[in-house]
């Protein structure tokens, strides 16, 4: 039976070299090939190919102001690319997924409900995907 | 130019940070995790050559 079951498992997760491990909750990387349609007249079932990599990392941060932390992080990032490196470790087997050069558009400065420790989602999309 | 190391969330702090393609300075330089090295100029003075 195969599980993963994410405890300590993230082991490495960098955004711009910064270490932010130990404010996220959530992390998502999807690599993604977008699909063309190839279709053509004559053809009684659609048809598609691979274009372009169009990769995304998403991932839920606790929201901190304090020195070296979140805010401090992405703040500067909105707007550019950067790197983000995640690494998975699965009994004896590691594996590191970066993204090189990918784009944050927006990062929530504030999200605020009453009683609830704060938290920021931010996506970062594009940039080339590579595993090892 | 060589960066030095301010936050131990990006490495050992005082060692030289040696950034990765793609790696954004300006937000590290923004954010205080990372400050360009001073060059300490030595304070020997070169003495006046003897005639």
């Known amino acids: 039976m195969a599980t993963s079951t994410y405890l300590s498992n993230l082991t490495t997760l960098t955004v711009n070299a910064v270490s932010l491990v130990d404010q996220a909750t959530n992390v998502v990387f999807t690599n993604t090939k977008e699909q063309l349609e190839a279709t053509a007249f004559g053809d009684t079932s659609r048809k598609y190919t691979a274009g372009l990599f169009n990769n995304e990392c998403t991932m839920t941060l606790y929201q901190s102001y304090a020195t070296s932390e979140t805010y401090a992080t992405l703040a500067a990032l909105v707007g550019t690319t950067t790197n983000v490196v995640a690494s998975i470790t699965d009994g004896a087997v590691t594996k590191t997924f970066t993204l090189t050069g990918c784009y944050l558009e927006a990062l929530p400065v504030i999200n605020a409900s009453l009683g609830e420790l704060s938290t920021v989602d931010i996506t970062f999309t594009g940039g080339v995907y590579s595993v090892a | ?51």
């Open chain 2, 1 to 51: 130019m060589k960066y030095i190391i301010q936050s131990d969330k990006v490495g050992k702090i005082g060692d030289e940070f040696i950034p990765d393609d793609g790696i954004n300075i300006g937000a590290l330089l923004e954010g205080g995790f990372i400050s360009t090295a001073t060059e300490t100029k030595s304070s020997k003075v070169k003495s006046e050559p003897k005639e």
